[in-house]
């Protein structure tokens, strides 16, 4: 799969625990690292445990890792200096303080970095919920479309047993139960039945 997404070929691991759950991880598209757990490795099939693992795959191929740090990075940059000229602009402007910088700075300051780093962490969710779909898309190129709808159905079959999965799942991202409104807006992976449905829809 690593060579038929044209990157090389990642080191392979795999950790002990009962959950589902797969990750990928490195600096490059060359220099990467694709685990899944012991759980994952017993409760899906062998053409599940593809999928995933395209899906990983998908993840490196699309320089995830490093463009959603860079996208990070750049937000909290923008939150930082715009909270900076809010505060300013309130210190001179509101508060008419003439003698270097007064109580209005820092207090507009603090108050601009709460609300503009909601509003930077809304755009890096926004990010990460289109690249679960992309890694989707890979994986189903390169394990097959069908594999990769049976791995996510089975996390959702998984997500409906009663006591046996905690509030975060980290295999594909989940994160059980329902989302919508706000709390929607600052998940960082789609629900799974609209993953699903982009898979079948893309045909």
Known sequence: MAADAGIGMPEVAVFDAQMPNAFATGASR????????????????????????GHEIGHVANGDMITLALIQGVVNTFVLFLARVIGFFVD??????????????????????????????????????RREFRADAAGAVLAGRQKMIAALERLKRAQQLPNTMPDTLVAFGISPGMRSGLRAMFSSHPPLDDRIAALRTAA
């Open 30 to 53: 060359n220099n990467a690292l694709v685990a899944v757990s012991t759980g994952l490795l017993q409760q899906m099939s062998a053409e599940e445990v593809e999928a995933v693992v």
């Open 92 to 129: 001179k402007v509101i508060f008419r303080n003439e003698q270097g910088i007064g109580i209005g700075y820092w207090v507009a300051t603090i108050a601009a970095e709460i609300v503009l780093g909601i509003l930077a962490s809304a755009i890096v969710m926004w990010f990460s919920r």
